[in-house]
């Protein structure tokens, strides 16, 4: 080899070393990333289920309030049958007069 290449050749040796050093990650650094991850994720999924339970309870919200109203709707209509009839009543008198 000739006395200019030694030097070059040990620099290349010596920089892929290091680089293909510095790519591996330690278990301990893997986790710590997954236990910040795992964090967020439990952190996500707890919103998600609140949200999800709020959800619920406004559902089961309007359905009782559409049920109120059903029965709110089936009292007026038989109110208003009976209405009628007592001003049916009405007309048909003749005054006392």
Do not use: F, H
Request: glycine fraction near 4%; hydrophobic fraction near 45%; include cysteine.
């Amino acid at each position: 080899m000739r006395p200019i290449m030694k030097p070059i050749v040990t620099a290349a040796v010596l920089a892929l070393g290091g680089l293909s050093l510095s790519a591996c990650a330690t278990k301990g650094y893997v986790d710590e990333q997954i236990e910040m991850v795992n964090t967020r994720i439990t952190a996500v999924d707890a919103k998600a289920s609140d949200a999800i339970a709020r959800a619920d309870a406004a559902n089961a919200a309007a359905q009782a309030a559409a049920a109120d109203a059903r029965n709110a709707n089936q009292r007026l209509d038989q109110l208003t049958t009976r209405v009628d009839t007592m001003e049916q009543q009405a007309t048909a008198r003749r005054p006392r007069n």
